[in-house]
């Protein structure tokens, strides 16, 4: 049988305050000082990333002057990666976005890509991670990373508890930017990809890592090199943040409006069980979809609850950790992008916060 679950969770106090605070957007232009990234013939990626990254602050302070915009660094000197994410929670940013420029040992690869956190899908490549977090190496202060090595497989196992509350957002925020590219740029479009970044996995709001082109690569250097190819990736970056922005505002908006709406409809085992319950994400709708529907793939026993306006589709309901894990072991052919989330007494909580209850 389906059992279709609907709850609205409207926590009122917490909107009114959100509204209420100035959107912080936190610009974080890659590497810097001692660290210059990625080396091409004619352009160092520190160089690149701080030039695009002021241009995006200067143009979105202009367009939408009610953006407090925080920068990770502002000129030429040396931010460990650590302190990136940790500048970013503790402005209590809406947004973060780092500005990175790629490279390769081939002279081929080309074009415009923009991260959130994930595991790469099969097939692509972790190089790029591996190389962006290897900065940790060059810093003095490795304790602070808790044992983590950019280069050990093994160490990557840290990710598993990742923060999902936040991927449908940077998931928008990085298709704004990739669209905005195509659109702006002339430059090959490589998509939105996801892969394990120590500076996307500390930040605790949505998050994007964009690598707006190759420095290994004689025609992106130029490009990025030269004034009308900065003001285009530029431009692209803040139409994104604008389309962004007005998403969250329409959202903001729209919680206002539904304060008639019972506070919670959540069923019954879920209540004063006092016990965490995790359930595996599938997809998100902007409606609820009928039983045939393609997107449910022949499954049955879906749930669904909505958050932020959109229906998130669902798939099992355990007290056990190992179980969802299981589960979405078995499911994550048919839905390769899901993820385990956790609820709390009807109310969505992190999975971190949910293993810790268990403890
Ligand atoms: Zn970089």
Redesign the pocket.
């Known amino acids: 049988m389906k059992r279709q679950l609907v709850f609205v969770c409207l926590c009122l106090c917490v909107v009114i305050s959100s509204a209420a605070k100035q959107f912080t957007l936190v610009l974080d232009p ?2 810097g000082g001692t660290d210059p ?2 080396v091409g013939t004619n352009a160092k ?2 160089d690149l ?1 701080l030039k695009v990254a002021l241009l995006v602050g200067e143009k979105i302070s202009e367009r939408c002057p009610d953006v407090k915009i925080i920068y990770t660094r502002k000129t030429d000197k040396t931010v460990p990666l650590k302190d990136r994410p940790m500048i970013a929670n503790k402005a209590n940013g809406d947004l973060f976005v ?1 500005i ?4 390769s040992d081939s002279r081929i690869p080309c074009g415009t890509e923009t991260y959130v956190i994930g595991l790469a899908k099969i097939g692509t490549n972790f190089e790029v991670a591996k ?2 977090n290897s ?1 940790i190496l060059l810093e003095k202060d490795r304790e602070s990373y808790h044992g983590f090595d950019p280069n050990s497989p093994e160490s990557y196992i840290m990710f598993e508890f990742m923060q999902d509350q936040y991927m449908e957002q940077s998931l928008q925020m990085a298709d704004f930017i990739q669209q905005n590219f195509s659109k702006k740029t002339d430059r090959t479009d490589r998509g939105v990809r996801q892969d394990l970044f120590w500076v996307l996995h500390q930040t605790k709001m949505p998050s994007v ?1 964009v ?1 707006m082109g190759f420095v290994s690569n004689a025609s992106d250097q130029t490009y990025m090199l030269s004034k009308q190819g900065q003001e285009a990736i530029a431009e692209s970056i803040v139409c994104a943040f604008e389309q962004y922005k007005h998403e969250f505002d329409k959202k903001n908006g729209l919680k206002f409006k539904q304060d008639a709406l019972p506070q919670k409809q959540i069923s019954a085992e879920e209540t004063d069980s006092g016990k965490p319950v995790f359930k595996l994400q599938l997809f998100v709708s902007k409606e609820v979809l009928p039983e045939n529907h393609a997107s449910l793939k022949g499954e049955k026993n879906l749930s669904y609850y909505e958050e932020n306006g959109l229906i998130k589709y669902t798939i099992g309901e355990t007290t056990s950790f190992k179980e969802i894990k299981n589960l979405k072991k078995e499911l994550d052919k048919k839905f390769s992008d899901s993820f385990i989330i956790a609820f709390l007494n009807g109310e969505k909580i992190s999975v971190k916060e949910a293993l810790s209850l268990l403890k």
């Open positions: 890659g590497h990234g990625a990626e520190k990333n780092s990175h420029t790629n490279s190389r962006e900065v890592l690598e």
